[in-house]
Each structure stands twice: as structure tokens, then as C-alpha cells.
């Protein structure tokens, strides 16, 4: 069908986007036919749980457990989407056979950016990777995490606190590309008090072979444990819509409702969506969240649907700290108290900008984020 309501609608990915959309597809009037199809056999899953708590939880807990879905979708899980005809509206799978749809929702995702093919190399993405890891923390073995970011830092967090000896190894100090010097200032601080080792190198690269892997940084000093871990970046799953025309640079531009075409809808780690500062994929679980709330109205209301207002929320829990912050990230200079103060302590702090805005943070602060989003606008 070209148009009217439609009555197929097919999510690829069940991650925080694909689940956020299927519910919201049937908040927002669908009543069809509804297929998710997914590559992992489990339900869907808290993703940022996975290098938190879970890391921690010894006692059958399950903190990556999300509520029942109840968006009453046939889910095909451990079925992988390996092709795509936009033109005829179908969607091939590994098993051979291929699903008809009207509107698509393309929540795909991505996978972990590795150095090396060799099997030492672990990465901590999916579900399984988390238990993996879990399991041989119990043995408390030596780690390396290369990777600087806030993923290689709560890994690293996370297997200092299961009592391992942990060494991380990161491009310049850790979470500044990410927070900027100040609150990456704060994170560092509390790690070396734990006893975490950081390593500065402008680069780093694993080799050897299977059984002898390690870590060699730019000055050839090399790095060995019983655990080499890359927390390096990820990369989006879109070899999939190969010769569909709707992909860019390895990303699906969307429009600012989510939508690369009428009957299509892109969201989460893979969608370029518009922003202030262009086009841009901001891969967090609240960006997917929101990303995939106006693409399914979009795919239902058309134009009628209201396009996406998305301010940066960001949040990470490591070393003993948590932080949550609402607006553009890195951040420079130093911040304005609102409550709290440097040296320790709950803290809530302000980066004003020219236009009366700015970026609010709270660091181990109790406080709602409508209140923390308030902060960020002028004359707060």
C-alpha cells in the first residue's frame, strides 16, 4: 500500500529503540499486525546495566531485567534481518524466509569496534558478553581495559570492585574527549584512589596470536593480562541495507521525525538525525529512547506527528560516583555551584553559555531530571 494507515509494521531490533517503538506504534493508534525481529535471543534488556550493576550482582538478581513488553508483537528472537527491498517492502532473514511490511522501523544498533581478530580480545556489548565477564571476575584476574571512554571506565570500575588488579589504558585522560577536563578531573581522582592504574599512550594495538595476545602501546611497551578488554568505540549495523540507497557513511540519515521515507524509520545507534550542529548520531540510551517515541508517531500520524526536540541527557556510575547531565557535551572551564562545592560531597553544577543557557550536572545528587533540564535554560 502507498498510503492511508497501515496494517504491517515490522521493527529489525529489539534494543531500547525497537522495544520504545513497537509501544509506542500501538500508544499511538496501531492496532495491526506487529512483527519485531531480533538477532539475540533474549528479551529486551537494559543495555546500560550490562557495565554497571550486573558486572557486580553475585546473587541471582537481575538488574538489565526490563518489565514484560506489552506491545503484543509476534517477536522472532534469534532470527537475523540480512537484507532489504525497499521497493517491493520486504525483508529478508537468515532463516530464508522474507516478512512483508507497509512501515518499517530500522533499530538495528550497533556492535563493538574490535582491534583485532584474535579470540583474547574481549568486548563488552550484548548480554552473553556481560554474563561472560561476570563469571570470570569471580577468579579475580588481571585486567587490561584499553579504551578511555565512559564504557572502558565503568568496565574498568567494575572489575577493580570484584577485586581484580586492573590497569586501563587510554589516549590522553580518561573521559576528557567525552566530559571535558574538569568532571573527567573528578572521575580520575576517584579511580586512582581506588587503585586503578591509568596508562597514557597515543595509541595502542593488540597482538600475538591465539593463546598469546597482548597489549603494545606507541612506545612498544607491552601490556599482558588475564583479560585484554577493548571499550574502543562501536559500529553500526548497517551492512544489512547494502544497495538500498538509505544509507550514508555507515549511518541512515533521518529526517527530524525519525523518518528516511514515508513507510521508513530509523532509530537509535545507527540514525543521523538533525541537530543544531548538523547531523549527527548520539548513541545514548536516552537519545534511542526519544529518537524512537517520534519516529513511530511518525510512521502512524505522518506530518501530524510532532518532530524531535532532543536535548543530551547523559548519566554513568563508576568508582563510587554518579554523575547525571543534562545538555552538550564536553564541557570547558569550570562550573557554577548551585548547591554543593568542589572537594567531595553531592554536588549540582552549572556551565553557562552567552545566550543565558548552559549545562546542568549532578554529581552523586539526588534531584529529578525535569528540575536538572530546568537548570539548563536561561535565567534559571
Known sequence: MSGGAPNRVVVVGNGIAGLTAADTLREAGFDGELTVVSDEPHPAYSRPALSKALLLDGDGMSPHVLPPAGHGATELLGVRATGLDPDRRLVALDDGTALPYDRLVVATGSRARRLSGLPEEFTLRGLD???SLRSRLAGRPSVVVVGGGPLGMEIASGCLAAGCRVTLVSQGVPLTLQLGPYLAGVFVGAALDLGLTVVETGSARLEGHEGDARVVLDDGTVLQA????????DVPNTEWLAD??????????VDSRGLVRPDIAAVGDLAAFPTPRGPRRVPLWSSAIEQAKVAARALVRGDEAPPLRFQTYFWTEQFGLSLKVVGDLPLDGEPSYVDGGPGGGPALMRWSHDDGTGVAAALDYRIPIPRLRRLTRAAA
Open 226 to 233: 588475564d583479560i585484554l578488554l577493548t571499550a574502543v568505540g
Open 244 to 253: 538500498t540507497g538509505l544509507t550514508a557513511k555507515g549511518v541512515v540519515p
Open 129 to 131: 558478553d556481560a554474563l
